[in-house]
């Protein structure tokens, strides 16, 4: 009858030791079960719960600052970390504005007004800028100056940068010393002077002609030849002047009386360039003599035939070749005698590469023979080579590199084809599809639609890809039937409100506080008569509180139409007009002339005034009136020409004060006359710097000097002058270039013209000695080819063992190679490196150091060979039976250890006076 086995166990599946299997209680029930979240990553994570419920854990911890007053603050975290460090503080954060504030961290460009704007802000400066808040003393450099900074006026100050209205004369130049003729208007057809119509104030140095009065009529006996103004002097008529002495050149044989006119020849030279240049000379006689320096030998190298004045610098001819770019040039030779040798450079060593029968002279250009692959285009190509050897090998390309997807074992050149291997998923339809790998590695896994958000209400956690079909958690009321039903809500969180019909206005008679839907029946109690005063629209039951009936009209006192009847206002008030009564009489009018004193206009009422007001009702004797000849607005009223002078005050005259007859007080224009360009009314030049008599404005600018490259024949002003660089003419060509190489014989720079030699100079124009570098060597000694950086030229490499401790050690060797070494404790023989006791056996191998022991017996095990083991009753040198003890165990340096290890040789001292040399392997 024994069906069903005992089966021990917690049968409450309320606790944590629940067994499903069990069907006996043994009361092993301790811990009751309390689902929650245990994720600590989720705000809603329950540290009493000991059961995971993953539908509880909601809201994914997001920790930072969670407070908005802080810079740091994250609106996505909802878990405060103790981020928040700093306080916000707006301000304009934009330094163009005076509103900056360096301690604001937060912009807030409401707050950035008002622009800076730098400038000067001082008035003492020309440079004050009105507009500008911000102060740039910088910007203040000009002090003003008060004073005329017209340069036209007497009263003008140089050092004035503001004019203060003091500029009070106006300069007229010219003569002011009355005393000479420019200070006058001059008539010199009747000698006659008349004031200027403006009078010099500033004397311009024109003063030139003194006055000289007197007689100016030849026709008179009293003409004076000296007078330039007529004084009215002349009196005896029918006189002849003139010189009266026949020796002179001008003798006048007619003349009576002699004027002092007299000229006399005085032959001489008249050059002053010439070396007897006489001054009072009246007429050249061509006499004139000049100098010329020069070499007056004619048997000299430098003979100068037009030279009348030797110069001590003749030379004596020197024959020889002058030719410097030829062999037998001599630099002492100045006439040619065509001897020259031509120099031919190049390599006269008959056993080099390149050379050169013709040449006579070496110039270090010989080249070994260097044999190779010449080809260019081969794939062992030599650039040193100059001779090829037939050794070429064609160009193989290709991937050469063996651990690429396409490695081409024959390729001797790479092309750059090189695909790297790249392991992944290469099929497209896999979620981890990598388009870049070449090689699959099995790796793809399928795509799994659905909604892939934990905290979505339709989380599939078997989805790999979100197919945006996730809902979100939408906590409310689903019950349809509750008043806060939510018809977008999918999870009930017990918040439903059953619906409670009633009065919901508090301020009415049967307000029902409980009710929360209103269903119409809320009382009001009062007078729901219009027609009474305590009428009100809310009340809907009439209480029997009507008693006052409503009497419309105007309840304002003031008002035209008042009633004390009335009480209700209907609107209807009438006023009377502001300042007059309700019958429409003014309520002021002093003068009684029908307008009220409040409204009167004071102003000009006379109709011909210029200020006539119309609507003036009140004269205050203000009216003005126009000038002769002008209306009211000041214009003429008769203008014909249109010019704002009226017509009765027009004045005929030159009106451009450029003119020369300029009339200040013309209106009307009539004829001018002006200087010709550049020139004033007097003929003289406006502006003529260098007191020339060349106006500036017709000055040539150009160069004077007759043997510079730009000499202008035409200018009058000395400009720049461009000379041709020393050793060349004008247009870029060498004066001397023996070899026409294009290099001037003064410029030729002798060197190695070799750009592969060492001292190749990059400057030389003509070929000197060359040298080179080492094989597998560049110009300073370093290695062309040096792959290990080791300064030792791969080409000159040698492998071997660099070890020198080991047995195959090579001292030449500069590449590390396979080293061999000799065992441990053996030498490169196989020789024991230290032995003792000569038993062939090492000593850091033998158990008895220092007692011949080759078979390494030891009876007792101890690690001690017999030989030397004085306390086994073996030993060959047995001691007393009588114990002893281990004082200490010292190294071969004497220093006392405490632990004796492995591979370390140590002598142990015992009490009795006894010392072993123990080593353990």
Known sequence: MCVTEVLEGCTDPLYLEYNALANTDDSSCLILVIEGCLDINYLEYDEQANTSDSEMCINEVFEGCTDPLYLEYNQEANTDDSSCLTLIIEGCLDINYLEYDEQANTPNNEMCITQIVEGCMNDNYLEYDINANSSDETQCITLVELGCTDV???????????????????????????????????????????ALESIPNLDDGSCSNLIVYGCTNFDYAEYSIDANVDDGSCSQLNATYGCTDDQAVNYNSEATIDNGSCIYLIEGCTDENADNYNSEATSDNGSCIYTIFGCTDSTAFNFNPLANSDDGACESIVEGCTDPSALNYEELVNTDDGSCIPSVFGCTDVNSYNYNSLANIDDDSCEAVVEGCTDSTAFNYSEL??????????????????????????????????????????????????????????????????CTDEGSYNYDQLANTDDGTCEPFI???????????????????DSCIPIIDGCTESGADNYDSLANVNNGTCIWYGCTNPAYIEYNELFNVNDGSCDVLVINGCMDSIACNYSSDVNTDDGTCEYAEDYYDCDGNCISDIDSDGVCDELEIVGCTNDTACNYDSLATDDDSSCTYAETNYDCNGDCLNDTDGDGVCDELEVVGCTDDIACNYDSLATDDGTC???????????????????????????????????ACNYDSLATDDGICEYAEDYYDCDGNCISDIDSDGVCDELEVVGCTDDIACNYDSLATDDGICEYAEDYYDCDGNCISDIDSDGVCDELEVVGCTDDIACNYDSLATDDGTCEYAEDYYDCDG?????????????????????????????????EGDACDYDDGIGINEISDEDYKLIKMVDIFGREQKVHNRGIILFYIYDNGKIDKRFIP
């Open 152 to 194: 036209n006026y007497l009263e003008y100050n140089v050092e004035a940068n503001t004019d203060d209205g003091s500029c009070l004369t106006l300069i007229v130049e010219g003569c002011s010393d009355e005393a000479y003729l420019e200070y006058w208007d001059y008539d010199p057809m009747s000698n006659s002077i008349t």
């Open 385 to 450: 080579a100059n001779t090829d050897d037939d050794s070429c090998e064609p160009v193989i390309q290709g991937c050469i590199d063996s651990l690429s997807l396409n490695f081409n074992y024959l390729a001797n050149t790479d092309d750059g084809s090189c695909v790297p291997i790249i392991q992944g998923c290469t099929y497209s339809w896999a979620l981890n599809y990598d388009s870049l790998a070449n090689i699959d590695d099995g790796s793809c896994i399928p795509y799994i639609l659905g």
């Open 475 to 493: 906590y409310g009321c689903t019950n349809p039937t509750a008043l806060n039903y939510n018809s977008e809500a999918n999870t009930d969180n």
């Open 673 to 707: 006359e002006y200087a010709e360009d550049y020139y004033d009314c007097d003929g003289n030049c406006i502006s003529d710097i260098d007191s020339d008599g060349v106006c500036d404005e017709l000055e040539v600018v150009g160069c004077t000097d007759d043997i």
């Open 831 to 863: 020789n024991c490196i230290s032995d003792i006791d000569s038993d062939g056996v090492c000593d850091e191998l033998d158990n008895c150091i220092d007692i011949s022991n080759f078979d390494q017996i030891d009876i007792d095990q101890d690690g």
